[in-house]
């Protein structure tokens, strides 16, 4: 089984996390690339002295979901409606 270059990526985390990463490549010859950010199983790494991790992305599409319905619902819903729908919808996008 080969392994797909767009598939693989190279980050620091430490002391040196500043520092250019050096040229990697695969057996078979596929380059690997170095990035400061990486997602991995939905998480966004970040690329720092200790490990860390980036909420900016989920912090975005939660409020593009729920702004887009709450657009449309506006003033019409009731504040039960519109908090049930954040309970039910939106909380699961941040976790």
Not at 2 to 8: D, G, H, I
Not at 10 to 28: A, E, F, N, V
Not at 40 to 45: E, K, N, Q
Not at 48 to 73: C, E, H, Q, T
Request: aromatic share 12%.
């Amino acid at each position: 089984m080969s392994l797909n270059a767009s598939e693989s990526m190279s980050m620091r985390i430490g002391p040196r996390h500043k520092y250019k990463c050096c040229q990697l490549t695969t057996m078979d010859r596929h380059e690997i690339l170095c990035s400061n950010t990486i997602r991995y199983l939905g998480v966004y790494l970040v690329s720092s002295k200790n490990f860390s991790i980036s909420l900016d992305y989920a912090m975005k599409s939660f409020y593009r979901a729920f702004n887009a319905v709450f657009g449309k619902v506006g003033r019409v819903a009731s504040e039960n409606v519109v908090v049930e729908l954040l309970k039910t919808k939106y909380f699961p996008i941040l976790l």
